[in-house]
DNA sequence: GACTTTATTATGTGCATACATAATGACATG
DNA sequence: CATGTCATTATGTATGCACATAATAAAGTC
């Protein structure tokens, strides 16, 4: 054990990381200020210039600093909210909120995709794709339908797959690597289709992801249209 | 000029951060595998240590490799898919469409808040709140409600401010330092002064946002409920 | 055999130094 | 006056070295 020498001992870069966020929230510095150059804030904090240049990097990263080859480094005035937030495995988002996971395929069959799917994943003319129904449970209730079109020209290995006991969702996180894609939320009016596998009399307003996905050559593997149960939230903190 | 020294002479350890991921995303090293030593990646880059130890940590970040100790670096065997998405100004928003804005006053009143607004901010008991209603259109056409509590006890500015040529959106952004909050999406069916504000005749689904924001001390600032007219996607790039 | 100690290994971090690069202003020149 | 040159400044990056730390393997002990 030394005796404690002053200096931040068994700090880090971090240690100034977090000193200097700290002091962005206390707006020590206010929003468009410059702040002081990395030799300063070096000889206050009794590290080398190095050390700061790290901290003030990682901070530029997250789009809290704005740094310029000479003009210095400034508070950036209206950081643009960034919510970041991580897409689940359906099953594991369940069981997240400690209800029990259960699992119904609805129908697989080979198709010609409508000019909508098509659109969005632009297979090879004339081939048929994938079509994938099924329901996810939360403790016995139906929480969201997947309505999945996977291009098995792309992912040969799903044309041999079984979805009556694995959904699409996890089979294909589970065995095929992927690499890009977009996603949309939206609302939509139950379909008298949606409404009977959800078990909702009453037509409803429904939560409604269309997620693509496309593989390292940027082919679109799969497209999916999760229709979640009426009162689903989809939360992210900030 | 100098001739072309065969070394990656302009780079940096952002030229070997690109080429472990090019070598990621082709699959040269499979989800699960350890990968060489930075001391034997700085040889064969020709480089040193330090170099590409910035380059993995900051692919590490990102959360595509996973480092351990001493077990090495490996790739991460289903990468969390995270989407990040910024949270724009209404106005940029729609502007940003190549539509145009404009800005529509309906109310603003001292109120005391009803339960639920209650349970969500949790402001001083009895006081009244700055409750505010506003529609912004794109092309003169109904875009988004959005229906706003302030507490103006944590931002007495606001109980000053004019909502009726700026939206409170707007006013907030520019004038009130934010920290935190959170954010929730959900689908809801239009109410009957919905429909009337949004100028719609026939019951719709209605995709709604609920964003709560917070200053430095953790109080919450304000509660906004944006609820958008039907057949609006919220979209984000991965 | 169960446990503790010790060595080894790969990453984590700090530092001093050197040079590269972008942005800015001062100055000079046509 | 417009333009080009140059010095200055703050950040960006590379490198060699030293040491810290976590995780594992190997060796030693009861």
């Given at each position: 054990?030394?005796?404690?020498?002053?200096?931040?001992?068994?700090?880090?870069?971090?240690?100034?990381e977090?000193?200097?966020?700290?002091?962005l929230?206390?707006?020590?510095?206010?929003?468009?200020?410059?702040?002081?150059t990395?030799?300063?804030?070096?000889?206050?904090?009794?590290?080398?210039?190095?050390?700061?240049?790290?901290?003030?990097?990682?901070?530029?990263?997250?789009?809290?600093?704005?740094?310029?080859?000479?003009?210095g480094?400034?508070?950036?005035?209206h950081?643009t909210?960034?919510?970041?937030?991580?897409?689940?495995?359906?099953?594991?988002?369940?069981e997240?909120?400690?209800?029990?996971?259960?699992?119904?395929f609805?129908?697989?069959?080979?198709?010609?995709?409508?000019?909508?799917?098509?659109?969005?994943?632009?297979?090879?003319?004339?081939v048929?794709?994938?079509?994938?129904?099924?329901l996810h449970?939360?403790?016995e209730?139906?929480?969201?339908?997947?309505?999945?079109?996977?291009?098995t020209?792309?992912?040969?290995?799903?044309?041999?797959?079984?979805?009556?006991?694995t959904?699409?969702?996890q089979?294909?996180?589970?065995?095929?690597?992927?690499?890009?894609?977009?996603?949309?939320?939206?609302a939509?009016?139950?379909?008298?289709?949606?409404?009977?596998?959800?078990?909702i009399?009453?037509?409803s307003a429904?939560?409604?992801?269309?997620?693509?996905t496309?593989?390292?050559?940027n082919?679109?593997?799969t497209?999916?249209?999760?229709?979640?149960?009426?009162?689903?939230?989809m939360?992210?903190?900030?």
């Open positions: 054990m030394r005796s404690n020498t002053s200096r931040l001992p068994t700090n880090s870069w971090q240690s100034v977090t000193e200097v966020l700290n002091r929230r206390s707006n020590y510095w206010m929003p468009g200020d410059l702040l002081p990395e030799a300063e804030l070096a000889a206050e904090f009794g590290c080398a210039r190095t050390t700061v240049n790290r901290a003030l990097q990682a901070i530029a990263d997250d789009g809290l600093l704005e740094r310029k080859r000479k003009g480094t400034r508070v950036v005035v950081p909210r960034k919510a970041t937030f991580s897409i689940p495995v359906i099953r594991q988002e369940i997240s909120k400690e209800l029990s996971y259960s699992y119904r609805l129908s697989q069959k080979r198709e010609h995709p409508p000019k909508t799917i098509r659109a969005l994943m632009n297979p090879a003319p004339g048929r794709l994938l079509h994938v129904k099924a449970l939360a403790n209730q139906p929480y969201v339908i997947e309505n999945r079109w996977i291009d020209t792309i992912v040969p290995e799903a044309a041999d797959a079984n979805f009556r006991n959904s699409p969702n089979w294909l996180v589970e065995n095929i690597p992927f690499n890009g894609g977009d996603l949309a939320f939206s939509s009016i139950a379909s008298d289709e949606e409404m009977s596998v959800l078990e009399k009453e037509s429904l939560f409604t992801t269309e997620r693509r496309r593989d390292s050559g082919s679109t593997i497209v999916v249209r999760l229709v979640y149960a009426p009162g689903y939230r939360e992210i903190g900030l």
